[in-house]
């Protein structure tokens, strides 16, 4: 078996920009949409009571991968973070192992990545304020794509003050409460899904919700009210109604499957976006191998084109 290059944490980010990993992501929804890329479903492993292991597979442009990662939402309190893991990038042609890559990095940019590429499809026109709940590590990147995106103004709001204090210096952006950041006109949620952060009451004409932390059964970041009331649009139906922000207001009878539009679609042109400048727009994003995909073969190339070092193994 030759040599497995290995790319850590920081050598991943390193190798993929903001601004290269929504290009990457785009071009990956498209490419699925097209037919091009393969996507089975998650597979969830519970470990109960403390938490799970989940397992993602996409292959598309000569490459396959198999992403291992993992939810224990008591690890911080272990010294330990809540997610772990690591992704396996395969030539599809042979089967060859090509690169491993830590999950976590991979699994921020393609967040954040995916959060610019919605707002872009979805925001009301001449959309410039960004509004951030939730300032962990997912919620940092998606700050940071959307900053690459364009969003030069942005509110950050977090429980930990600190941690919004450190993004809004970095972006140059301020902190404010949850109010002032929901009063942006994209808004992206990104916390652990506990309990709802969006009401109906919060929903405003022209506002476009980003919804990135419900990432399993029996979390949600709004109330299915809240849901209800928007245009609504996800990442990938299926997963969406497993363990999105769909979840609850689909069990609730409050939406059915017509009234979802996969972002996919719209990025193609096969279906319509923003209905209106005057609708509330809310993707919800669960997480697609895909989008993993399109930013595991952008690393991959920063590689092979010598942008950036790796480690190495042999199995």
């Given amino acids: 078996?030759?040599?497995?290059?290995?790319?850590?944490?920081?050598?991943?980010?390193?190798?993929?920009?903001?601004?290269?990993?929504?290009?990457?992501?785009?071009?990956?929804?498209?490419?699925?949409q097209r037919g091009e890329w393969a996507m089975p479903a998650k597979v969830y492993l519970d470990s109960p009571p403390f938490g799970d292991f989940r397992a993602m597979p996409a292959r598309g442009g000569g490459l396959a991968l198999l992403k291992w990662i993992t939810s224990f939402p008591g690890n911080p309190a272990r010294g330990l973070p809540t997610v772990t893991g690591v992704v396996c990038l395969s030539d599809a042609r042979t089967g060859e192992p090509l690169m491993l890559l830590d999950a976590r990095s991979v699994t921020a940019l393609r967040t954040g990545a995916v959060a610019a590429v919605a707002a872009d499809a979805l925001a009301a026109p001449g959309a410039g304020t960004a509004g951030i709940v939730g300032c962990g590590l997912h919620g940092a990147w998606t700050a940071r794509c959307l900053a690459a995106a364009g969003y030069a103004q942005g509110v950050c709001h977090d429980p930990d003050g600190a941690a919004a204090e450190r993004l809004a210096a970095e972006l140059g952006w301020r902190t404010g409460s949850r109010a002032d950041a929901l009063a942006c006109d994209v808004v992206s949620c990104v916390t652990p899904g506990h309990e709802p952060v969006v009401e109906a009451g919060d929903l405003r004409p022209g506002m476009h919700l980003n919804m990135l932390g419900a990432d399993g059964p029996g979390k949600a970041e709004a109330t299915p009210a809240a849901v209800a009331s928007c245009?609504?649009?996800?990442?990938?139906?299926?997963?969406a109604v497993?363990?999105?922000?769909?979840?609850?207001?689909?069990?609730?009878?409050?939406?059915?499957?017509?009234?979802?539009?996969?972002?996919?679609?719209?990025?193609?042109?096969?279906?319509?976006?923003?209905?209106?400048?005057?609708?509330?727009?809310?993707?919800?994003?669960?997480?697609?191998?895909?989008?993993?995909?399109?930013?595991?073969?952008?690393?991959?190339?920063?590689?092979?084109?010598?942008?950036?070092?790796?480690q190495s193994v042999r199995l």
Avoid at 4 to 31: K, N, Q, T, W
Avoid at 256 to 270: F, M, N
């Fill in 231 to 239: 245009a609504l649009f996800c990442d990938e139906w299926e997963q």
């Fill in 1 to 32: 078996m030759p040599e497995i290059a290995v790319l850590d944490h920081d050598a991943v980010l390193s190798a993929v920009s903001p601004a290269a990993a929504i290009a990457a992501v785009r071009e990956g929804f498209l490419a699925h």
């Fill in 242 to 310: 497993h363990g999105g922000e769909l979840t609850g207001a689909v069990a609730a009878g409050l939406v059915r499957r017509e009234q979802v539009t996969p972002l996919g679609d719209v990025l193609a042109g096969a279906a319509p976006g923003r209905p209106g400048p005057d609708a509330a727009t809310l993707f919800d994003s669960t997480g697609l191998a895909i989008q993993d995909l399109a930013v595991a073969a952008a690393a991959h190339a920063a590689w092979r084109e010598g942008r950036v070092g790796a």
